[in-house]
């Protein structure tokens, strides 16, 4: 068990088969995955950096160590968050959420369903990472597109949202009510005027792919309209077809693209119902 990040990094950086270990609830499933065994494990848990939520004017920073179940008790009411929250609230299932974290959710490389992945892109997060070269910020869309390739001795420290005056909602199909990865997620984060209408606006697709990503054609469709759920709905289907589903035991690939414009609609009602 680290208790510093730089004994982390240099923990990791020493040995080639040396893993983070933060929550453990994706290292868990190594062999059901059929990943070669992990032999050395650097526990993350016990640094106090890492488990911190900062909540500032300016910005929300959230420790990587911190837990699904921590950042909704944390985050609760706080303005533009909702979303975020629903999302960490209704992921897994109860035992899972108070063990794994936002960093070990981001790090899971091959994990297509993340919950927060979708839901951090929409409120436009960085994620700060410490490594033996030095420390880098970065948008999270970025660090998903890399983090298959991280060098060793990598480590996610924290996640950085910026505070502005936003809305946000989380729509996700799971095919149970718990325990399941969802079929497909849409998370939405809008800027309103006082007329309603969009001034700015995030909608994300999470679980469909391999990797969550904007659905820029939705955003653009929907800017400057007054937000209607209905008409999210009906946009949502127009533009769907840019999105090739992935197939999977859970669901078909064409069954996850197919739920999008019911979830969009959802989207744009948990949006509508925030403060
Ligand atoms: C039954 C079940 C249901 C689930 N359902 C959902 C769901 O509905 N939605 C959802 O989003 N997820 C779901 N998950 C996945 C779960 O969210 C992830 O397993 C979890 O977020 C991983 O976090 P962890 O802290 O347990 O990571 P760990 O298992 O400890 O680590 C995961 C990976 O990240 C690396 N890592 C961890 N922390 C860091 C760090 N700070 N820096 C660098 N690398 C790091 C590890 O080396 C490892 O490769 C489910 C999991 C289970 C078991």
């Known amino acids: 068990m680290a208790r510093s990040i730089d004994d982390a990094v240099a923990a990791l950086a020493d ?22 065994p992990i032999r050395f494990c650097v526990g993350l848990t016990r640094i106090p950096e ?9 910005e929300i920073r959230i420790g990587a160590c911190v837990t699904h179940a921590r950042l909704v008790s944390a985050l609760a009411g706080v303005r533009g968050c909702e979303g975020l929250v629903t999302a960490a609230g209704s992921a897994a299932n109860p035992a899972v959420r108070q063990m794994a974290t936002i960093g070990g959710n981001l790090c899971a490389s091959a994990f297509p369903a993340s ?20 420390d880098e910020r970065l948008p999270v ?6 983090r298959g390739s991280l060098e060793p001795g990598i480590l996610l420290t924290a996640v950085v949202i910026p505070r502005r005056a936003l809305k946000s909602g989380h729509a996700r199909l ?29 909608v994300t697709v999470g679980s469909v792919e391999a990797s969550p990503r904007r659905w820029t054609q ?12 209905n008409g999210a709905y009906d946009l949502a289907q127009a533009e769907a077809h840019i999105f090739t589903g992935r197939d999977g035991v859970d669901a078909p690939g064409w069954y996850r693209v ?6 969009a609609r959802r989207a744009a009602q948990a949006v509508l119902a925030g403060p």
């Open 15 to 36: 040995r080639a088969d040396a893993t983070a270990l933060a929550g453990g609830t994706w290292i868990m499933r190594a062999p059901i995955r059929r990943e070669p």
């Open 50 to 58: 890492l488990n911190a939520v900062d909540i500032s004017a300016s």
């Open 115 to 134: 919950d927060l992945a979708p839901s951090l892109l929409s409120l436009d997060a960085e994620v700060e990472l410490s490594g033996p070269g030095g």
């Open 141 to 146: 869309g970025r660090f998903l597109e890399r």
């Open 174 to 202: 799971p095919l149970r009510k718990a325990g399941d990865y969802p079929v497909a997620i849409v998370s939405m984060t809008a800027e309103l005027r006082g007329d309603g209408a969009v001034e700015d606006i995030r």
């Open 218 to 229: 939705l955003e653009q469709a929907l800017l400057g309209r007054r937000l209607d759920p």
């Open 258 to 263: 197919q739920v999008l414009p019911a979830l």
